[in-house]
């Protein structure tokens, strides 16, 4: 069981900073490839493709790893930037990291692996073995995860650098995993207590702001009910839907501000309150 989402001030924990970073864009799609429910006609919001921060003193937590090269031309993806140089710019190194959570394997999310070699990796029980099972013997499941990054994560396993979980945990005073399946058996978000309270990085519980407030899944799931169920849980975890980051909406760089002017469409804080609010992002 989870703690509560509101705590007193006196039990709060040191808040941590929190990032989102840009590192691909894929654009020209169409409603019905965002939407379970949607007129295959009209176009659709463009996906961005994140990493994430959570820093705080010297405790830093990567949050996914993203994709190269390779896997943005097999799939007509634009990559911007490595998410290792991504990284850089807010003065990380990721030859240097020591804390990576890994929400789920998919290749968007769980690539470069070999870009964090001191990494300890975080992952949930049944999403290692919903993409080393059974179900991969589905050519359209296992169309979304490559090969080579299951097969790299089989190695950083073997070389006893993967740290499993088996539901909610709390991995350091402030930051929580939280299994939400739907979209693959092992989805988890990641809860980080900031100066504006608890954040959820929902990363795929939620593509888009509008999967959650239509209640419209992403067309790629595991499991429709346990997906619509975790939007529910979503909204449980976070104070408000203001402090609910989805996973791939080109929207999270307009709602925040970058740290930087410099950083500018690279990288914006999610530490601080949102320009927008979740009802108008979510248009």
Same mark, same amino acid.
């Given at each position: 069981?989870?703690?509560?989402?509101?705590?007193?001030?006196?039990?709060?924990?040191?808040?941590?900073?929190?990032?989102?970073?840009?590192? /691909?864009?894929?654009?020209?799609?169409?409603?019905?490839? @965002?939407?379970?429910?949607?007129?295959?006609?009209?176009?659709?919001? #463009?996906?961005?493709?994140?990493?994430?921060?959570?820093?705080? #003193?010297?405790?830093?937590?990567?949050?996914?790893?993203?994709? /190269?090269? +390779?896997? =943005?031309?097999?799939?007509?993806?634009?990559?911007?930037?490595?998410?290792?140089?991504?990284?850089?710019?807010?003065?990380? #190194? =990721?030859?240097?990291?020591?804390?990576?959570?890994?929400?789920?394997?998919?290749?968007?999310?769980?690539?470069?692996?070999?870009?964090?070699?001191?990494?300890?990796?975080?992952?949930?029980?049944?999403?290692?073995?919903? =993409?080393?099972?059974?179900?991969?013997?589905?050519?359209?499941?296992?169309?979304?995860?490559?090969?080579? #990054?299951?097969?790299?994560?089989?190695?950083?396993?073997? /070389?006893?650098?993967?740290?499993?979980?088996?539901?909610?945990?709390?991995?350091?005073?402030?930051?929580?995993?939280? $299994?939400?399946?739907?979209?693959?058996?092992?989805?988890?978000?990641?809860?980080?207590?900031? $100066?504006?309270?608890?954040?959820?990085?929902?990363?795929?519980?939620?593509?888009?702001? /509008? @999967?959650?407030?239509?209640? @419209?899944?992403?067309?790629?799931?595991?499991?429709? $009910?346990?997906?619509?169920?975790?939007?529910?849980?979503?909204?449980?975890?976070?104070?408000?839907?203001?402090?609910?980051?989805?996973?791939?909406?080109?929207?999270?760089?307009?709602?925040?501000?970058?740290?930087?002017?410099?950083?500018?469409?690279?990288?914006?804080?999610?530490?601080?309150? +949102? =320009?927008?609010?979740?009802?108008?992002?979510?248009?």
């Amino acid at each position: 069981m989870a703690e509560p989402t509101g705590i007193d001030a006196e039990e709060a924990p040191s808040p941590f900073e929190l990032y989102a970073l840009h590192y /691909a864009v894929h654009t020209g799609r169409r409603q019905h490839e @965002n939407f379970l429910r949607a007129d295959p006609h009209e176009s659709g919001s #463009d996906l961005h493709y994140f990493v994430w921060l959570a820093r705080r #003193d010297r405790e830093v937590f990567v949050i996914d790893t993203g994709f /190269a090269a +390779p896997a =943005a031309t097999a799939r007509g993806r634009t990559l911007l930037r490595q998410p290792a140089e991504a990284l850089k710019v807010l003065g990380v #190194d =990721a030859a240097e990291i020591e804390q990576v959570i890994v929400t789920h394997l998919h290749y968007d999310h769980a690539g470069t692996l070999t870009d964090f070699p001191r990494a300890q990796f975080h992952l949930q029980v049944a999403e290692a073995a919903y =993409a080393t099972g059974p179900c991969m013997c589905d050519p359209k499941t296992r169309a979304t995860f490559d090969v080579e #990054d299951i097969v790299e994560y089989v190695r950083v396993l073997f /070389a006893g650098r993967v740290t499993f979980h088996d539901g909610d945990v709390q991995l350091a005073p402030g930051l929580w995993l939280h $299994k939400i399946p739907g979209h693959t058996a092992g989805l988890q978000s990641v809860r980080v207590f900031t $100066k504006r309270g608890w954040v959820v990085i929902a990363s795929d519980a939620t593509h888009l702001y /509008a @999967n959650l407030a239509r209640r @419209n899944p992403f067309p790629i799931f595991h499991d429709e $009910k346990a997906l619509l169920a975790g939007f529910e849980r979503l909204s449980e975890l976070a104070p408000s839907l203001d402090h609910i980051v989805p996973g791939h909406d080109p929207a999270v760089m307009r709602a925040y501000r970058a740290p930087d002017p410099s950083l500018e469409g690279i990288v914006v804080r999610l530490d601080e309150a +949102p =320009a927008l609010s979740w009802l108008e992002l979510a248009q």
